[in-house]
């Protein structure tokens, strides 16, 4: 399994390779995000309830990198705190606006992960394409990431789109995601745990000053995987702030 996994890898490797870097002024971007969420879901999995999930996240030129919180609000439940890096290069010969990135992930359960008996810090390379538009100004992307301390990989594709709603001056944005994820294991009972995932939704920011945004947004997501929910809904609202 993971010469499959490889090759999405290779293709975006060889696209950076190829890539033409586009100078950036040298400057810091900085952006923290404060969200309510009804339900924490990741990767189709519905993993707490009720949770506020602070972010930050600082981009220079080519390189970003942030922390992602989901603090659950309900007694007992666990905390998760991860953290990420990458660098994200231009491909011009894909199109205008086409961007390969070649990253990381250190996910953490100060509490405890999810799933008893696993660890509690496990770590992710990923790669992907994104960025660029095709028929009817929607964006697709593609990414494959590995999870080395769980021995797990995923295939993610998603198409997002924006229509403008410029009677209030504001935009409709969606989104469709579909995605794989596989144990690079060659027990039965690890293979049981494979599983495809599926999600759409919408949004609507409104700019409410130069630097700030609010944003509610509603989610349908679910999955094959047996044993868990299914057909989950939920809704989120916060506020986003640029410096």
């Not at 949770?51 to 930050?56: I, N």
């Not at 030129?61 to 231009?90: C, H, I, M, Q, W």
């Not at 992307?141 to 594709?157: E, K, N, V, W």
């Amino acid at each position: 399994m993971k010469n499959f996994l490889l090759l999405p890898a290779l293709l975006a490797l060889g696209a950076a390779a190829s890539a033409q870097i586009i100078p950036a002024a040298d400057t810091f971007t900085l952006t923290g995000d404060i969200p309510f969420t009804n339900k924490y879901v990741f990767r189709g999995l519905q993993q707490a309830g009720d949770s506020v999930q602070p972010s930050v996240e600082l981009d220079y030129g080519d390189y970003y990198g942030g922390v992602f919180t989901n603090l659950p609000l309900s007694s007992g439940r666990k905390d998760e705190v991860d953290f990420y890096a990458a660098r994200s290069l231009a491909v011009p010969e894909l199109g205008s606006g086409w961007r390969c990135d070649l990253g990381g992930y250190a996910y953490d359960y100060p509490q405890g992960y999810y799933v008893p008996g696993l660890s509690d810090t496990s770590f992710e390379a990923y790669t992907g394409l994104a960025g660029g538009k095709i028929a009817g100004g929607l964006m697709p992307s593609l990414y494959a990431y590995y999870d080395f301390t769980r021995q797990t990989y995923t295939i993610q594709g998603a198409l997002r789109g924006s229509v403008p709603l410029k009677a209030a001056g504001l935009s409709l944005d969606g989104q469709l995601t579909v995605g794989y994820v596989g144990a690079d294991r060659s027990s039965d009972a690890d293979h049981e745990s494979n599983y495809t995932y599926w999600g759409a939704g919408v949004s609507v920011p409104y700019q409410f000053t130069a630097r700030a945004k609010f944003t509610v947004g509603a989610q349908y997501n679910s999955s094959d995987l047996t044993g868990v929910a299914h057909n989950l809904f939920t809704y989120s609202a916060g506020v986003t702030f640029t410096f």
